[in-house]
């Protein structure tokens, strides 16, 4: 099929090469030359697994290509918005600003029956308004709400393989020419057994964001259960072990650490708060703020942990912060509470090293006061403390016994709790977890 992907951001980039792969000739259009220009070159703007090679197979097969010329959609027939939808200034209400634009620079491009595909993350109601601008302008098309589920690191297969697609249509019946159309998209993989869901507009765009509040609620509720066993002298690890072995709770989401952040779940549970309350069912999720306050709280903590750790007082401590990016396999910085941490521990005092793998040319546009360095060797040389704050495999590998002739001091804050205690302790590390005696 003949396929535009407006918006070529994380989420727009990554569908656009992989709906070229699977076979459909996509053009991706973008409102940022510089952009455009790198897509086009087969360089992705952020760092994705996969993403780079798929972007150059794709692009020298012919099946993809970029463009800032909104007209270049008028020879699809369906039509993805993947723009974003940030937290506005000052509110906690999602700025849909991005996905209105990108809508009305499509609509004068429409034909008959075409099909406008959102999959931009929105409060509850936006696609109806939408859908209503696109039957203004095309009575015989359609517009249909197909949210995104893709985890960073892992977006390309999540998108190629899905565990599971969600339809959202005016009619809320899977006898609509929408429908066919999207399966047609997403034939590769519906025939390999991918489960398929038709809903109305309303259940469909409540889809990701509730799915989001309730793994926002799971990590925040072990946090709480951390601050609960380090409390009373108890191992969150075990605990988390304990009751994930009952399945209606399960072991995923259950890891105790500095919290959660990046560009999806803190601002959409706070854009569910404010919908919610525009809908006069604020009440409804009024635990969503007791969790946004932990998910907060915990970054506060391990800067208490680490002055703990230093004697009591950051002042002049050479700390080192291991990872930047807000989770592994990702160069995403958007709310990390590791970057967050690195600050605060410099406002105290501390003499702060940061390192990353990838993340380090987003985390320097974004706290440029700090210092950065990419070697994880050098990093580490004369530290008085480390913490490690995101849990890239290189620094789970890390050898304790070695590492302890390069630091001034030998301690060490796991803020994942990934790193085997015993091991550090036996190479004479002070260790310390986060709800671990």
Known sequence: MLISVIGCGYLGA??????????????????????????????????????EDLLREQLQAGRLTFTTDMSAAAEGEVHFICVGTPQKKGENAADLTYVDAALGALLPHLSADDVVVGKSTVPVGTAARLAALVSAEQPTSHLIWNPEFLREGFAVSDTLSPDRFVYGVSSGSEDDDAVRKLDEVYATALDSGTPRLVTDLPTAELVKTAANSFLATKISFINAMAEVCEAAGADVTQLADAIGMDDRIGRKFLNAGIGFGGGCLPKDIRAFMARAGEL??????????????????????????????????????????????????????????????????????????????????????????????????????????????????????????????????????????????????????????????
């Open 14 to 51: 990554v569908h656009a090469a992989c709906m070229a792969k699977l076979g459909h000739e996509v053009v991706g259009i973008d409102v940022d030359d510089r952009k455009i220009l790198q897509l086009s070159s087969g360089r992705a703007p952020f760092f994705e697994p996969g993403l």
């Open 280 to 437: 006069g069912a604020d009440q409804a999720l009024t635990f969503l703020r007791e969790v946004d306050a932990i998910n907060m709280r915990r970054r506060t903590r391990v800067v208490e942990l680490a002055r703990d750790l230093c004697d009591g007082s950051l002042l002049g401590k050479r700390v080192t912060v291991l990872g930047a990016a807000f989770k592994p396999e990702s160069d995403d910085v958007r709310d990390s509470p590791a970057l967050s941490i690195a600050a605060q521990l410099q406002l105290q005092g501390a003499v702060v090293t940061v390192t990353d793998p990838k993340a380090l040319a987003n985390a320097s546009r974004r706290f440029p006061e700090l210092h950065y360095e990419a070697d994880t060797s050098a990093a580490v040389e004369k530290a008085d403390a480390l913490l490690l704050l995101t849990e890239w495999q290189e620094y789970r590998a890390l050898d304790p016994y070695a590492l302890v002739e390069s630091v001034s001091s030998p301690r060490v804050l796991d803020g994942r709790n990934v790193l085997d205690a015993a091991k550090w302790r036996a190479a004479g590390w002070t260790y310390r977890g986060l709800g671990r005696p």
